[in-house]
């Protein structure tokens, strides 16, 4: 048989190995994250707070407990975390939020939180409903609007035609 046919034969039975390995260990993982989700609803409760602070740090940074830090794994703990501070009765605590509702925390305003342990899972604004923020617009967005012809207009311009 010819070397090209025999190498190519080869790299197509790997292929099929390693995607059928990624496809068993995917299914386990999504079970675990399913069981996760169901512990954390269990366990949901909603609290009223004040929004201090929120940032984007890494986890031995963020001032969360030492049982936290030791309990994440190796490769999680240099990634950086949404971390909210927030003064939760008397208490000033250090919560983790949900990466999708991070930009919908306002700073310096009192919401109404859902929150699993140290999780903030969802935002409500108390007093009305909260500002959601200004999406900056993609660079194929701005490429597109320029090639078309169409003038942007500013950001404040936009808002003020809004308030009216």
Do not use: C, H, W
Not at 43 to 66: E, H, N, R, V
Not at 99 to 118: C, M, N, Q, T, Y
Not at 151 to 162: H, I
Request: hydrophobic share 45%; glycine share 4%.
């Amino acid at each position: 048989m010819n070397k090209f046919l025999i190498v190519l034969l080869v790299i197509l039975v790997i292929l099929v190995v390693v995607l059928a390995v990624l496809y068993f260990v995917g299914r386990r993982l999504q079970k675990k994250q399913a069981a996760q989700e169901e512990q954390m609803e269990a366990a949901k409760q909603t609290i009223s707070m004040l929004i201090i602070d929120k940032k984007l740090m890494p986890i031995k940074q963020s001032g969360l407990p030492q049982v936290v830090i030791d309990q994440t794994p190796k490769l999680m703990r240099r990634s950086k975390l949404p971390i909210v501070k927030a003064k939760v009765g008397p208490k000033i605590m250090t919560l983790v939020a949900d990466s999708k509702i991070f930009d919908l925390i306002p700073v310096k305003k009192e919401v109404r939180a859902v929150v699993s342990g140290i999780y903030i899972m969802d935002v409500k604004g108390i007093r009305g409903p909260l500002d959601t923020p200004v999406k900056k617009k993609k660079l194929r967005d701005r490429l597109k609007a320029k090639i078309s012809g169409k003038k942007e207009e500013p950001l404040e311009d936009k808002k003020s035609k809004k308030k009216k």
